[in-house]
């Protein structure tokens, strides 16, 4: 069955410091999204993307973050400048079709961010 | 805008009782709803979801959900508890039409299944 991967599984970086995760969605499927878990807390949506450009966005993606669709397969998130609250369990996911079509999201298991 | 509140952060549950997690949600149209979840250590897997075919929708493993507008509700059951029930839930909600793409989940539930 398909399935939404995601790298690495756990990343540690410096405060101040550029993380990229990455995601590779399945194949056949046009919207992604970042979303994110501060551990003990709620899932967040961050942004969706399709037709190579941002659909939707929370107010937690500020100018810190941006995604980047580089090739046909991956989907990335950039921390331009990381920061204590930024760790977190990023999850990827992506959906066939739009969501206003009751299509379901496919979640990758998620990257554990830990900054010091 | 839209809202998912979980009454209750966490329920105890003995092998074999009815599973009961409770969902509501807050929007404007009625929407689309979602059950996720989460065991320890992995992404989020679909149990089932509403998309107005049926009010009563049922999912993986047993587990079934019925969609009440007239209560604002989406309460997550299943009739018999397994061990293997042990996970967080996830109640979920995204905007009908096009307007929006993001999912908006509730807080979760963390079930516990003892023998």
């Known amino acids: 069955e398909p399935e939404v991967t995601q790298t690495p599984s756990h990343q540690v970086t410096q405060m101040g410091q550029e993380v990229i995760l990455r995601c590779v969605p399945i194949?056949?499927?046009?919207?992604f999204y970042w979303y994110r878990q501060i551990l003990g807390q709620k899932v967040e949506f961050l942004v969706s993307?399709?037709?190579?450009?941002?659909?939707?966005k929370s107010e937690i993606f500020d100018d810190q973050f941006s995604v980047e669709r580089p090739d046909g397969s991956n989907f990335t998130l950039k921390i331009r400048s990381t920061k204590l609250e930024d760790s977190a369990m990023y999850f990827c996911a992506s959906s066939e079709r739009k969501p206003g079509q009751g299509s379901e999201q496919y979640f990758g298991p998620g990257t554990r961010l830990t900054v010091t | 805008a839209q809202s998912v509140t979980q009454l209750g952060s966490h329920v105890s549950v003995s092998e074999g009782a009815l599973v009961l997690l409770r969902c509501n949600y807050s929007s404007s149209v009625p929407p689309y709803l979602f059950w996720y979840v989460q065991y320890p250590n992995q992404g989020l897997q679909l149990l089932l979801k509403?998309?107005?075919?049926?009010?009563l929708v049922k999912g993986i493993n047993g587990f079934e959900a019925e969609f009440k507008k007239s209560e604002t509700s989406f309460h997550l059951t299943k009739p018999s508890a397994h061990m293997s029930d042990a996970a967080e839930y996830f109640c979920a909600v995204s905007d009908r039409g096009q307007a929006g793409t993001a999912l908006i989940f509730g807080k979760g539930t963390t079930l516990s299944v003892s023998s």
């Open positions: 993307f399709y037709n190579n450009e941002i659909s939707e």
């Open positions: 509403y998309t107005s075919a049926a009010t």
């Open positions: 194949s056949n499927h046009l919207y």
